[in-house]
């Protein structure tokens, strides 16, 4: 077996030990960094927002371009026409208008623009960075991906948009459409309005029907999106009933979609919502075929309470990030035994400082030896970066590895600098 790692090269000290320190094995795997294994680190490890990027010396609005592109413009210098020139409109593929300070009203009238041209082709749509938001701005996005219904990837983030603006798309229930990708990021999606209560003190009532009609609308949303694949919403302002109704939606046995990123959203003061999340995602019936689900939740200062209440939930998921929760080794101890029943394939728990404890308690060896014949857990990729490992840890996931503690096949472990450069694993 082999192992596709990554490793600092700098230096740490060697007689930095532990009393779970393991002897070396007969046979090692060396480890060395790769240009690939620094790349997935850069991207799943650590959680950072995408930035918008632009090739140099490239004219998007020229005329070979498949493109319209219109960057930090004012919303009246918005022409579609004179960005379109003397191109077909069945060439262009994407739209791009960011950080342009447009608002919903600008955006329904750049969708008329757009409009007024037959674009089969167009299957990306970009207005990140704007002012959008309100009923305009659910009427036009409506307007436009039944204009244009080859639109597949849908980017949205850092706007004014509410969930609720996109109930629009389920308006007629028969009306689906082919969008994959859906970019919600940095947005105040909540729809939660301030409740008052009645002279006959009927609040409770009033926020039990507003319970269900959330969750009737918001499954109306996502049936309407039958293709979805891919959310984010990363840095979004959501409250606790839109999230809980939004993910349970996302994730029915019905649903395609496999990744779903909640990165800074504060669940670690929200643990009941994460309970409810958790316990929402309901196993698969036997009889269907598994779907992959990567959820992120990295950056929420979720602790140990909050991988606990992971570990002790019915979830059944493909691959899970963790990363930067100041999870320490009593953490670990309960992902350990999550680890051996839930059938995970990915964890990433990189920037949680819990040193070679952690690592002892994660990989639970006594348990692990008692089923030398099978591997205990389906643990494929496995990321350790920023933990404070040394060498000592090494040696242990060596040991777990003969035991068949996983078919590990990608360890990612940069910025442990109490790791030796060079060291070997035993497998």
Not at 83 to 99: D, K, M, S, W, Y
Not at 160 to 179: C, G, M
Not at 187 to 195: E, G, H, I
Not at 289 to 312: C, F, Q, T
Request: charged share 20%; net charge neutral.
């Amino acid at each position: 077996m082999s192992l596709s790692t990554a490793i600092p090269a700098s230096s740490s000290d060697a007689s930095y030990g532990s009393p779970m320190a393991l002897p070396k094995s007969r046979s090692s795997v060396s480890l060395k960094s790769t240009a690939t294994s620094m790349e997935n680190d850069r991207t799943s490890a650590s959680p950072t927002l995408c930035s918008l990027e632009r090739a140099e010396g490239i004219e998007c609005n020229a005329g070979n371009s498949r493109e319209i592109l219109f960057l930090d413009l004012s919303p009246a210098d918005l022409d579609i026409s004179e960005a379109l020139g003397t191109r077909a409109p069945e060439t262009i593929e994407c739209v791009r208008i960011n950080r342009c300070r447009m608002t919903g009203e600008f955006f329904a009238s750049t969708v008329d623009s757009l409009c007024q041209f037959d674009l089969p082709n167009l299957h990306t749509v970009d207005i990140s960075q704007n002012h959008v938001g309100g009923a305009k701005a659910a009427h036009a996005l409506h307007k436009l991906l039944t204009h244009a219904p080859a639109i597949r990837f849908l980017y949205l983030g850092w706007n004014q948009l509410a969930l609720a603006d996109l109930k629009y798309l389920a308006t007629f229930p028969s009306h689906t459409f082919k969008i994959s990708y859906l970019d919600l990021r940095s947005n105040p999606l909540s729809t939660a309005s301030q409740k008052r209560k009645g002279k006959n003190g009927s609040l409770a009532k009033t926020a039990i029907s507003n319970n269900v009609s959330c969750a009737k609308w918001i499954d109306g949303l996502v049936d309407s999106l039958p293709d979805l694949t891919h959310v984010l919403m990363a840095q979004a302002s959501i409250d606790d009933q839109t999230l809980s109704a939004f993910m349970c939606a996302l994730t029915r046995p019905q649903s395609h979609v496999e990744y779903i990123g909640l990165e800074w959203v504060g669940l670690g003061s929200r643990l009941a919502t994460l309970n409810t999340i958790m316990n929402g995602i309901a196993p698969l019936p036997s009889d269907t075929l598994a779907r992959p689900l990567h959820l992120n939740l990295a950056s929420n200062d979720l602790g140990d309470s909050g991988a606990e209440i992971i570990s002790h939930s019915s979830a059944r998921l493909t691959s899970i990030t963790l990363a930067c929760n100041f999870i320490t080794e009593r953490g670990t101890g309960f992902l350990a035994k999550w680890l051996l029943e839930s059938g995970l394939t990915s964890l990433d728990l990189s920037d949680n400082y819990f040193g070679d404890q952690g690592i002892v308690s994660l990989l639970d060896l006594a348990t692990v030896r008692k089923s030398p014949d099978t591997f205990a857990t389906q643990l494929r990729s496995l990321g350790l970066n920023s933990c404070c490992l040394s060498d000592v840890s090494l040696r242990m996931l060596g040991e777990a590895l003969e035991y068949k503690w996983a078919p590990l096949e990608t360890l990612r472990i940069l910025r442990n600098s109490r790791i030796s450069p060079g060291v070997k694993i035993a497998v």
